[in-house]
Nanobody, 127 residues
Framework: QVHLVESGGGSVQSGGSLILSCAAS????????MGWFRQAPGKEREGVAL???????KYSDSVKGRFSTSQDNSQKKLYLQMNSLKPEDTAMYYC?????????????????????YGQGTQVTVSP
């Protein structure tokens, strides 16, 4: 099973920074990708960043240059450093995992078929 728990969300003014963390508990399956998604009210969930099994890091165009993701394999943690935050970054942010052998209901994003999602952490950016 895979269990993902996000932390670090909060409220910040435009131009500020936040760092999100994801603690991953993974057994049985082998992870192919770890990533971050977000969903704003009234909008569909969208991919933000991912790290694949080869260590390649990919970002959505909307956050490229402002966000960075990293992982600590020894502690099984994933991080999302968010800088130069904008009001349009306001959303619920989710940690996600793609595993070999399971196919999620959503279309693959950046080549990864995410199956597991955490409960999310809210990020609110005020003007």
């Amino acid at each position: 099973q895979v269990h993902l728990v996000e932390s670090g969300g909060g409220s910040v003014q435009s131009g500020g920074s936040l760092i999100l963390s994801c603690a991953a508990s993974i057994s049985t399956y082998t992870v192919s990708c770890m990533g971050w998604f977000r969903q704003a009210p009234g909008k569909e969930r969208e991919g933000v960043a991912l790290i694949d099994s080869a260590g390649r890091i990919k970002y959505s165009d909307s956050v490229k240059g402002r966000f960075s993701t990293s992982q600590d394999n020894s502690q099984k943690k994933l991080y999302l450093q968010m800088n130069s935050l904008k009001p349009e970054d306001t959303a619920m942010y989710y940690c996600a995992a793609a595993v070999y052998g399971l196919r999620g209901v959503d279309l693959p994003w950046m080549g990864c078929n995410f199956y597991y999602y955490g409960q999310g952490t809210q990020v609110t950016v005020s003007p």
